[in-house]
T-cell receptor, first 109, second 116 residues
Framework: GIQVEQSPPDLILQEGANSTLRCNFSDSVNNLQWFHQNPWGQLINLFYIPSGTKQNGRLSATTVATERYSLLYISSSQTTDSGVYFC???????????FGAGTQVVVTP | EPEVTQTPSHQVTQMGQEVILRCVPI?????FYWYRQILGQKVEFLVSFYNNEISEKSEIFDDQFSVERPDGSNFTLKIRSTKLEDSAMYFC??????????????FGPGTRLTVL
């Protein structure tokens, strides 16, 4: 099956800092989603981004499908950004999502 | 904004007991999924469901598991005889192939299953 690798595995940021999370995948995909898992375990949709660039407030994401990677940018981080960020990809329309292992982000005051 | 709901939020059961986890997908969605996440690990696919039948299942989804859409709104996951290793967070998801975001999967808040 398709391999999804996320880096770094852990990230500690001071409030106000910027950061970039990376997701590499081993094969072509037709869907890529970024999620934030909050401390209560809920998976929050951040972006549906099979290609191109999107922005939502302090977060933005870029997927370069031809090079099989996606980046998630967090700017001016806040303590509420803490949690695990997952990238998930899908090869077939409406098929299963394959998740990466996640990046654990801790934002300190 | 419509959302996927799941009940219960937390279930504790004894090994060998049957459990049913319930989900109410977003109302106009047609594809339904169950995933699980063992504590500290990544989210794993269990099963997908469309047009009242399983469209794909993983190797985890053995004969102990079953899914059902008993009416027009609920989607359930049954584990017939729970094992200790079934302890995990179970997520339901749904997607709408005609939606603006095409086949984005929307996840429920999860049911934390603890098997003692």
């Amino acid at each position: 099956g398709i391999q999804v690798e996320q880096s770094p595995p852990d990230l500690i940021l001071q409030e106000g800092a910027n950061s970039t999370l990376r997701c590499n995948f081993s094969d072509s995909v037709n869907n890529l989603q970024w999620f934030h898992q909050n401390p209560w375990g809920q998976l929050i949709n951040l972006f549906y981004i099979p290609s191109g660039t999107k922005q939502n407030g302090r977060l933005s994401a870029t997927t370069v499908a031809t090079e099989r990677y996606s980046l998630l940018y967090i700017s001016s981080s806040q303590t509420t950004d803490s949690g695990v960020y997952f990238c998930a990809v899908r090869r077939v329309s409406w098929g299963k999502l394959q998740f990466g292992a996640g990046t654990q982000v801790v934002v300190t005051p | 904004e419509p959302e996927v709901t799941q009940t219960p939020s937390h279930q504790v059961t004894q090994m060998g007991q049957e459990v049913i986890l319930r989900c109410v997908p977003i109302s106009n969605h047609l594809y339904f999924y169950w995933y699980r996440q063992i504590l500290g690990q990544k989210v794993e696919f269990l099963v997908s469901f469309y047009n009242n039948e399983i469209s794909e299942k993983s190797e985890i989804f053995d004969d102990q598991f079953s899914v059902e859409r008993p009416d027009g709104s609920n989607f359930t996951l049954k584990i017939r005889s729970t094992k200790l290793e079934d302890s995990a967070m179970y997520f339901c998801a749904s997607s709408d192939p005609s939606g603006r975001a095409l086949d984005t999967q929307y996840f429920g808040p999860g049911t934390r299953l603890t098997v003692l």
